[in-house]
């Protein structure tokens, strides 16, 4: 199975701030990587897909970079409707895996 | 436009067997390119991947969770269906009915809270 490793589990940021999110796999998935954001109630709702695209509808302030084993979500300028919880999720395997979550809160 | 939704009871006793459906509209379940499958999520933690089913009825599951799980589908009804037996009140949790590709990301339904409880 396919260990996803996210980094950090939460963080603190303000409105405006650029903040990154790191993700690693515990053996190549090349570009088979997406990101999500999970309010609480919600069901998760996919940002980025293969690595670096954008999901449609998505603000151009999300992207994602990344190959191999290690990858990165950027939010470029925080928005306080960003305040949530990110995930990585692997599609390489059938065998779907995802990482921990890293949690942004208001600083 | 896909959509999926689950029902099933949101209640079910320490050792017995949580049975829960999933009606896909917009989209069908015969498709070559997609698996349909379970995610859940207990309260205040991650996600965790249960176990997913191809169109052809090749299925796949979680290490810690195969002994008990059984994901199988009816084309015939654009449905999919998760049975969990021997559950335990660990087992609490949003369970999400999902469908994915290799080169597209996860599309849920909203979710369903099944509470594990005497």
């Known amino acids: 199975d396919i260990q996803m490793t996210q980094s950090p589990s939460s963080l603190s940021a303000s409105v405006g701030d650029k903040v990154t999110i790191a993700c690693r796999a515990s053996?190549?998935?090349?570009?088979?990587l997406n990101w999500y954001q999970q309010k609480p109630g919600k069901a998760p709702k996919l940002l980025i897909f293969?690595?670096?695209s954008l999901q449609s509808g998505v603000p151009s302030r999300f992207s994602g970079s990344g190959y191999g084993t290690d990858f990165t979500l950027t939010i470029s300028s925080l928005q306080p409707e960003d305040f949530a919880t990110y995930y990585c999720?692997?599609?390489?395997?059938?065998?779907?895996?995802f990482g921990g979550g890293t949690k942004v809160e208001i600083k | 436009q896909l959509q999926l939704q689950e029902s099933g009871p949101g209640l079910v006793k320490p050792s017995e067997t949580l049975s829960l459906a999933c009606t896909v509209s917009?989209?069908?379940?015969?498709?070559?390119?997609?698996?349909w499958g379970w995610i859940r999520q207990p309260p205040g933690k991650g996600l965790e991947w249960i176990g997913s089913v191809y169109y052809s009825g090749v299925t796949y599951y979680n290490a810690s969770l195969e002994s008990r799980v059984t994901i199988s589908l009816d084309t015939s009804k654009n449905e999919f269906f998760l049975k969990l037996n021997s559950v335990t009140a660990a087992e609490t949790a949003v369970y999400y009915c999902?469908?994915?590709?290799?080169?597209?990301?996860?599309?849920w339904g909203q979710g369903t809270l099944v509470i594990v409880s005497s």
């Open positions: 999720q692997q599609s390489y395997h059938t065998l779907v895996s």
């Open positions: 917009g989209g069908s379940i015969r498709s070559s390119s997609q698996y």
């Open positions: 053996q190549t998935i090349t570009t088979y």
């Open positions: 999902a469908t994915w590709g290799m080169t597209m990301g996860i599309v």
């Open positions: 293969a690595a670096s």
